[in-house]
């Protein structure tokens, strides 16, 4: 199949980027990585520099892979990740957008390459359970009903790839923010922190630039985990019982 | 106050207000809908005109009055600072643009807020301003035999409003937005507040839907009323 | 050079306990002053790292991802073994132990394997308490399932992302610890050397992957988990970034490199389509609990089913040959993974393959779906049901249980595999060998320490299903951060080491040098052609079987192929600023090195073991024909330009007697 595709290519964060159009020849059976990966030889091949993007993992599990692709994060699949993205879902003779994630949180440092780093402070700022390595008891000490720890799974499903943040036209991190609140609140171990955990989250989220949520639901549908918006209603729950039904007065 | 300061200016807390005030907007709405519907009794304008009179003169309804400007303004002022903060988080928008996943309303709020407040300016200036600070010679005064005080005569001031036909499109593209503007707001005001349940959320969502549909159309009613039957 | 293994004496049981009580120990007051590199944030570095912070060592942790989140053990799928015997089955320390060495083909060291296997109950009480959701039953108590290789169910999971859950625990405890202050985090950044200093390692050279700059970075010792080298085949199930350079440069300042030949592949991968493809997608050895592995009997059939002209369906019953069951009846389709992968290859080898390429077996559902839909069926009440009911509640229950795993084969293969039997094939996804360490995880290099994938300690020539989890949090958490202050409560009185240091400045200039003329060759051909064609040469040559022919041939092509890179390969950009290509450049060029090691090393070893196939040596029957009288050792690689150098440690076995492997 033949495919024009419009990459956007910027040489580093202080200059400015554009879309640019290339020629690929590419197999229905090809990751949509592997597109790229053809593009890249073509372009090496020419002596030009390849399009930069990220990737690592390729089974759609470490969400390093980050791109929207015709103005949706990962693509049109549901619950999708780009790596898992076949060209069998394109057709012969189309033209397909590349972009990188946008938000003011996520900094372009090379064509399609962003700095997430946003969200790792803002699990260092509380998404953990605070329990030093041998402090630990039985790990059948606890018993945990099913269909919690199912819930708390669900939630835990993320893999931080920020397509919530991408997808989102306010550029909000609520999904990602509240997926970790829920998942650690959720489990037994981790309900007696949540109060300050979900206080000094959203406070670092908020810091870190991100927008705020208006509940379009962009988030959960392009979600390649299919992390629900529940999350997000259970997060603000914890928010405002924290922020108001606590003695703490911070 | 710092706590509360930090809380009300965090993102959850500014989502707060503004379903807080959503809910209480949405509140008046049915309570002023009540009110209206005394437009379409059939005896001249009596009971509309004599509730009218209440509502500006009664001294609890004009506290709660002043409540419901400044949930209006509040709203406003929370809701554009909210929009301009997150098109800065956005930063720049994508080449492509994707309309599949959300819904027409949910993108827009802030604009459909704004149509709504455009069209409260127009409404107020015609009938509140009138009412509230319009001396005999925008509104007649009327008597009613058992209540023999004069009051302004608001039912005439509407039907001859009514009968100009751009008044009555600016009120139907004001209702409109106010739909949309509620279809999203109902339901996500309940969000914000953390409430969603598997099991009461599609209520929520359908008694939202109803909502928007219903209210704003009988609102609709009363000009196309009037601009026919007048 | 004589390798000490460093096992301390007394009763095996006894060791870790023992040694744990008496080995010296740094005082808090002193651990503030000792600075502690930990390169890789997976798994083991991650654990160790938040471990290190947590005793009150100053750590610096590094990785060339964007985050420690990204890291490879985020993809393990199907759990993590620990000897809790919660199940009732006869399960203990010692059985764990001696699943562990049977499964390495007793290429192990006792003494590290017992360790493990005592700590690993540790592991999943400190993972249940940084609120990982392991899977649980109705009780609320944890769930099992059972692995290749053994026979209780022993294996902790997440559904099918186990390693994700685990690290994103290991994640956060080490997060916590940054957000304390008390690890500095240094994301993309990659070492490209070590720094050595009067024998003991000291520092490490480190590219920031961002501007390309080369910083120095000094510690009293430095720590090495950076995974394994599967990505030396090109084609694995590891991600596109695992790769052996920092392992290399630390082989290359005098480290040694134990096993390089033990590489797992692993049965159950999704076959190659096309020369295009970039990577291997695994499918969790938990599916072969309900799957049964078969080709058809008659290869006029496999032919068929090549062209496209019949499916697996189409094949009736007794027209199916279920190998595994068939050659092994007592572990039958559960049989450890090297015989399991060399199982399906001489079903292809005859010419039995079920994909156009001829390189793929069946994994079939289909009568685990009958069966536990007749199980729902019964249990939800439902007398007589008809097929398609019992079809439907089955596939019911297999999509509860593996249903993450169905749904991304369908993804990629386009095919539903509840309807159609999966196609799977053998692929690399483990390497038993890495960087030689004694029973303190310490190299020949003091100072320098391995961890998890990257040394070669537990596994021996096979690494049993849900234990590479297992040991990298072993080593992570409770290992490492006791064993390390052997090395460190020595170095109490050496004050912060100065990254002014001339071997610093010598590290730093060799390695811009080395980044200056990998740009500078501005040859005609891609890195990733180059990776391509080593990783061809290595899969034909010391692939899933080895002779000693093509192992000389190998070596020679392996060899002509670097000088070739060096004079021909094209590196677009600059090294002063991201550049993944570059990137790329490096580890490809250590992969070559590291290719010929693998050649020699499988080349001295005169016997079949494990992962280690040599076609010389197999029992009549066909099986993995091992030498114990001349092979139990470690055979541990100094590198050489012209002629790498093995040294040998003696493998003693006191505890377990040494017997043919047999899974029958």
Redesign the interface.
């Known amino acids: 199949m033949k495919l024009t595709l419009?990459v956007w290519r910027q040489q580093?964060n202080a200059s400015k980027g554009a879309?640019e159009s290339y020629q690929v020849e590419a197999?229905e059976?090809?990751?949509f990585?592997?597109m790229l990966?053809?593009l890249?030889?073509s372009l090496?091949?020419e002596?030009?520099?390849?399009v930069?993007f990220?990737?690592?993992?390729?089974?759609?599990?470490?969400?390093?892979c980050n791109m929207?692709i015709?103005?949706?994060p990962h693509g049109p699949n549901q619950?999708?990740t780009t790596c898992?993205l076949?060209m069998?879902y394109f057709k012969d003779g189309d033209t397909i957008?590349v972009?990188p994630w946008?938000?003011?949180?996520f900094p372009v440092?090379?064509d399609l390459?962003v700095?997430?780093?946003s969200?790792?402070r803002i699990?260092?700022?509380?998404?953990?359970?605070?329990?030093?390595?041998?402090?630990?008891?039985?790990?059948?000490a606890?018993?945990?009903?099913?269909d919690r720890?199912?819930h708390?799974?669900d939630a835990?499903?993320c893999?931080?790839c920020g397509a919530c943040v991408a997808?989102?036209?306010?550029?909000?991190a609520?999904l990602f923010t509240a997926a970790k609140v829920v998942?650690?609140g959720t489990?037994p171990?981790?309900e007696v922190e949540e109060s300050t955990r979900v206080q000094a989250m959203?406070?670092q989220?908020?810091e870190e630039?991100?927008?705020?949520?208006?509940?379009?639901?962009?988030c959960e549908?392009?979600c390649p985990k299919e992390i629900s918006?529940?999350n997000?209603?259970?997060?603000?729950?914890?928010?405002?019982a924290a922020?108001?039904g606590s003695q703490?007065?911070? | 106050m710092s706590w509360f300061s930090n809380f009300l200016t965090s993102s959850i807390g500014r989502k707060l207000i503004m379903s807080l005030t959503g809910l209480f907007l949405i509140s008046f709405l049915i309570i002023h809908l009540i009110g209206n519907l005394q437009l379409f009794y059939d005896d001249g304008g009596q009971a509309f005109n004599i509730y009218a009179a209440f509502m500006t003169s009664n001294p609890l309804i004009k506290f709660v009055s002043i409540g419901l400007y400044f949930f209006i303004l509040l709203h406003t002022v929370q809701g554009l600072i909210l929009w301009s903060k997150n098109k800065a988080a956005k930063g720049s928008k994508y080449a492509v643009s994707n309309t599949k996943t959300t819904s027409f309303a949910s993108r827009n709020m802030a604009l459909l807020g704004t149509f709504v407040l455009a069209f409260l300016f127009i409404h107020m200036g015609d009938f509140w301003f009138k009412m509230k600070f319009g001396g005999s010679d925008a509104l007649n005064m009327v008597t009613y035999p058992g209540h023999e005080t004069a009051v302004k005569d608001l039912y005439e001031k509407v039907a001859y409003s009514f009968s100009n036909p751009l008044l009555v499109l600016a009120y139907l593209v004001g209702l409109l937005a106010l739909a949309f503007h509620l279809m999203h707001g109902f339901q996500s005001a309940f969000q914000s507040l953390g409430i969603n349940h598997k099991k009461y959320t599609p209520l929520i969502q359908m008694i939202g839907l109803a909502f928007s549909i219903i209210v704003p159309l009988a609102y609709a009613i009363i000009p196309i009323f009037f601009f026919f039957n007048r | 050079m004589k390798l000490e293994s460093k096992v301390p004496e007394g009763p095996l049981a006894d060791k870790w306990t023992k040694y744990r009580s008496t080995m010296n120990l740094v005082a808090p007051n002193n651990k503030r002053r000792i600075d502690v590199i930990v390169v890789g944030t997976g798994l083991a570095g991650a654990s160790a790292a938040a471990t290190l912070g947590e005793l009150g060592y100053n750590v610096k942790a590094f990785t060339f991802h964007d985050s420690p989140r990204r890291a490879h053990s985020i993809a393990a799928q199907g759990g993590i073994n620990a000897a809790k015997n919660y199940q009732n089955d006869g399960d203990s320390v010692y059985r764990l132990f001696y699943d562990t060495i049977k499964g390495g083909d007793y290429r192990s060291r006792e003494a590290n394997v017992h360790r493990l296997a005592e700590v690993s109950r540790n592991i999943i009480d400190q993972c249940a308490a940084q609120g990982v959701p392991f899977a649980r039953e109705y009780g609320g108590l944890l769930a099992n399932r059972s692995f290749g290789g053994v026979q209780v169910s022993r294996t902790f999971y997440a559904r099918g992302q186990t390693g994700q859950q685990l690290l994103l625990g290991a994640y956060q405890a080490l997060s916590r610890q940054i957000s304390l202050g008390n690890v500095e985090m240094y994301n993309r950044h990659e070492m490209l050397d070590l720094v050595v200093v009067d024998g003991k390692a000291r520092g490490i050279i480190a590219r920031n992957l961002l501007t390309g700059k080369l910083e120095r970075f000094a510690a009293h010792s430095v720590v090495l988990a950076t995974g394994g080298y599967g990505n030396v085949f090109y084609l694995s199930t590891n991600a596109m970034g695992c790769n052996v350079t920092a392992a290399w440069k630390a082989v290359k300042k005098g480290a040694l490199m134990a096993n390089p030949c033990y590489t797992q592949i692993h049965p159950t991968c999704i076959p190659v389509s096309g020369d295009y493809q970039s990577k291997l997608t695994l499918m969790s050895e938990s599916l072969r609990n309900d799957g049964r592995v078969w080709v058809p009997k008659k290869k006029e059939d496999a032919q068929a089913i090549q062209q496209g002209k019949k499916k697996g369906i189409d094949i009736p019953e007794q027209e199916r040959d279920y190998y595994l069951e068939r050659r092994y009846p007592a572990f039958g389709n559960l049989v450890p993974r090297d015989v399991a992968s060399r199982a399906a290859k001489i079903a292809c080898d005859e010419g039995k393959g079920v994909s156009p390429t001829g390189l793929a077996v069946f994994l079939d559902f289909a009568s685990a779906i009958e069966r536990y839909g007749k199980s729902a069926a019964h249990s939800a009440g439902i007398h007589n049901p008809d097929k398609a009911m019992i079809t439907k509640l089955g596939e019911e229950v297999v999509a509860e249980k593996y249903g993450n795993l169905f749904e991304m084969y369908e993804k990629i293969t386009g095919e539903n595999p509840y309807k159609h039997p999966m196609k799977i094939y053998p692929a690399v996804h483990y390497t038993m060998g890495g960087l030689w360490v004694d029973y303190n995880l310490e190299t020949n290099v003091p100072g320098l320490f391995a961890l998890g994938e990257a040394n070669f300690s537990d596994h021996g020539a096979n690494r049993l299903g849900a234990s590479a989890l297992m040991q990298g949090l072993a080593d992570g958490y409770f290992v490492l951060p006791y064993t390390i202050g052997q090395f460190l409560s020595n170095e109490i009185r050496t004050p912060k080491i100065s990254t002014d240091l001339p071997e610093f400045a010598a590290a730093e200039k060799s390695t811009q040098d080395n980044l200056t003329k990998l740009i500078d060759i501005k040859g005609n051909q891609s890195v990733e052609s180059f990776h391509r064609r080593l990783g061809k040469i290595v899969w034909e040559y010391c692939g899933m079987s080895r002779s000693a022919e093509g192992l000389k041939k190998g070596r020679q092509l392996i060899r002509d192929l670097r000088k070739e890179f060096w004079s021909d390969v094209f590196v677009p950009g600059t090294a002063n600023e991201f550049n993944p290509e570059l990137e790329k450049a490096m580890r490809v060029a250590d992969f070559m090195e590291l290719g010929e090691v693998m050649m020699l090393d499988a080349l001295d070893r005169e016997e079949s073991c494990g992962g280690h196939f040599r076609e010389e040596h197999k029992s009549p029957e066909g099986e993995a024909a091992r030498n114990d009288e001349d092979y139990t050792y470690v055979a541990a690689w100094e590198w050489d330009e012209q002629d790498p150098k093995v040294h040998k440690e003696e493998l003693i076995f006191e505890n377990v007697e040494l017997k043919t492997r047999s899974y029958k």
Do not use: W
């Open positions: 419009k580093n879309l197999n059976h090809m990751s990585l592997e990966d053809v890249n030889q090496v091949e002596k030009k520099v390849p930069a990220e990737h690592d993992c390729r089974e759609g599990i470490c969400g390093s929207v015709n103005g949706r619950g999708t898992q076949h069998r957008v972009e946008r938000a003011k949180a440092i090379k390459v700095d997430r780093s969200l790792d699990i260092q700022s509380g998404g953990y359970i605070s329990v030093n390595t041998g402090q630990a008891q039985d790990a059948n606890i018993a945990i009903e099913k720890a199912a708390a799974f835990a499903a893999i931080g997808a989102c036209p306010n550029g909000s609520m998942h650690l489990m171990q981790g959203v406070n989220m908020d630039g991100f927008g705020m949520c208006s509940n379009t639901g962009a549908a392009d918006l529940t997000i209603a259970e997060m603000n729950r914890a928010y405002l922020s108001l703490k007065k911070s």
